[in-house]
């Protein structure tokens, strides 16, 4: 019985989350989605990384490594649920993706301050399977996914980087990525 209830829990939360997925989409193309910008210290948002990233890569026997310039002592003004669904979306991904034993690298790079402009990109690198190319020019379009051999068909909805790609655009940034099969992905996040 305790199996049959935690299936249930399981197929639950991702239907909650699905259906989640499914209303933030139809509010962002129909331009209802709002943006709740305030204070956001970079320490606040390691926390966040240690406490809710850093357990999915144990739990999964991956290495997350942080490297490249810190702005610890930075405050920057976003919205910080859509800032951190972002890298929650990305960094998810890049565990679930990438085999155990592996590593998935977190870079800020080209950090830049003028007066109170702050620009940076982060780079979220990962020695997972990698993508086509012909997967790649449909990567962000919801419900699409690659489906890899090896990887059960239980892999999730396709709406995660749809998300997260208007979400990084609602929040005035720009994403990349370049990925090649079995040479893993990196995706570049840039905000101004």
């Given at each position: 019985?305790?199996?049959?209830?935690?299936?249930?829990?399981?197929?639950?939360?991702?239907?909650?989350?699905?259906?989640?997925?499914?209303?933030?989409?139809?509010?962002?193309?129909?331009?209802?989605?709002?943006?709740?910008?305030?204070?956001?210290?970079?320490?606040?948002?390691?926390?966040?990384i240690n406490g809710v990233i850093e357990p999915m890569f144990k739990?999964?026997?991956?290495?997350?490594?942080?490297?490249?310039?810190?702005?610890t002592d930075r405050t920057i003004i976003v919205d910080k649920l859509?800032?951190?669904?972002?890298?929650?979306?990305?960094?998810?991904?890049?565990?679930?993706?990438?085999?155990?034993?592996?590593?998935?690298?977190?870079?800020?790079?080209?950090?830049?301050?003028?007066?109170?402009?702050?620009?940076?990109?982060?780079?979220?690198?990962?020695?997972?399977?990698?993508?086509?190319?012909?997967?790649?020019?449909?990567?962000?379009?919801?419900?699409?996914?690659?489906?890899?051999?090896?990887?059960?068909?239980?892999?999730?909805?396709?709406?995660?980087?749809?998300?997260?790609?208007?979400?990084?655009?609602?929040?005035?940034?720009?994403?990349?990525?370049?990925?090649?099969?079995?040479?893993?992905?990196?995706?570049?996040?840039?905000?101004?």
């Open positions: 019985v305790a199996g049959f209830l935690d299936k249930i829990d399981v197929s639950g939360h991702f239907l909650l989350t699905l259906v989640n997925d499914i209303l933030d989409l139809s509010k962002i193309d129909a331009g209802k989605m709002e943006v709740h910008a305030e204070p956001y210290p970079a320490e606040e948002f390691h926390k966040y739990a999964k026997g991956v290495r997350l490594v942080r490297e490249g310039q810190r702005f859509k800032y951190n669904r972002i890298f929650f979306n990305l960094l998810s991904n890049a565990a679930k993706f990438t085999p155990a034993g592996g590593t998935v690298m977190i870079s800020l790079k080209n950090y830049r301050l003028e007066g109170k402009t702050l620009s940076y990109d982060c780079v979220i690198s990962d020695e997972g399977i990698g993508m086509s190319e012909r997967f790649q020019r449909k990567l962000f379009t919801p419900f699409e996914q690659e489906r890899p051999s090896g990887f059960d068909d239980n892999m999730g909805s396709g709406l995660g980087l749809a998300i997260t790609y208007r979400f990084v655009r609602l929040l005035g940034g720009s994403i990349t990525v370049k990925s090649a099969p079995g040479k893993g992905s990196a995706f570049t996040v840039h905000f101004s």
